[in-house]
């Protein structure tokens, strides 16, 4: 199976809000809620920021948030600050136990 | 709090089995699902396969002839060997913990890096 797509990248603003897309197949995220979204800085492991599609796990600020809509699933970071320029990825359940995650955004603050 | 260690040779030849152990502290791996997740030099995140708590494993398709994931119960580690391995196995490799199949991995390992070349 092919990888999720999601954008090369996004940018905004300071206080802004971004959306960061991800899109998969009926095979995986248009069937299953069972998205994840992670963030991960140069040389660090990821980070876990959402997952079944809209929940965040205890510690993660609430302007991220998450919703699903058919194949796509999307994350938003929303009064954008300095700190959240990192490279995001999702990730779907697939069936078949079975685990597929996206090609990657990186996310720049202007 | 629970913590993954990832340890391993950092270069493997070509053709050769790269072998990988995930030291687990905080948590039994008797319990939740043990996956291995690697990411090649500016690409994305790849997933490999996972351990069940009961000692079942599934694998990624596409690595499944290569890929074998199992345990050492009473050191709670649990390891990934990958066979037959070429350059593009060169990657930094992840162990990570997951409540379930489902991908959610909450707990990673920092990453060791694995460079393939004789």
């Known amino acids: 199976q092919s990888a999720l797509t999601q954008p090369r990248s996004v940018s905004g603003s300071p206080g802004q809000s971004v959306t960061i897309s991800c899109t998969g197949t009926?095979?995986?995220?248009?069937?299953?809620?069972?998205v994840s979204w992670y963030q991960q800085y140069p040389g660090k492991a990821p980070k876990l920021m959402i997952h079944?599609?809209?929940k965040r796990p205890s510690g993660v600020p609430d302007r991220f948030s998450g919703s699903k809509s058919g194949n796509t699933a999307s994350l938003t970071i929303s009064g954008l600050q300095a700190e959240d320029e990192a490279d995001y990825y999702c990730?779907?359940?697939?069936?078949?136990?079975?685990?597929?995650f996206g090609g990657g955004t990186k996310l720049t603050v202007l | 709090q629970v913590q993954l260690q990832e340890s391993g040779p950092g270069l493997v030849k070509p053709s050769e089995t790269l072998s990988l152990t995930c030291t687990v502290s905080?948590?039994?791996?008797?319990?939740?699902?043990w996956n291995w997740i690697r990411q090649s030099p500016g690409k994305g995140l790849e997933w490999l396969g996972y351990?069940?708590?009961?000692?079942?494993?599934n694998y990624n398709p596409s690595l499944k002839s290569r890929v074998i994931i199992s345990r050492d119960t009473p050191e709670n580690q649990f390891s990934l060997k990958l066979s037959s391995v070429t350059a593009a196995d060169t990657a930094v490799y992840y162990c990570a913990r997951a409540p379930s199949i489902f991908g959610v991995m909450e707990v990673w390992g920092q990453g060791t890096t694995v460079t393939v070349s004789s």
């Open positions: 905080g948590a039994s791996i008797t319990s939740y699902y």
């Open positions: 990730c779907s359940y697939a069936g078949n136990y079975y685990v597929l």
């Open positions: 009926n095979s995986d995220v248009g069937t299953y809620n069972y």
């Open positions: 351990m069940y708590y009961t000692g079942n494993t």
């Open positions: 079944d599609a809209s």
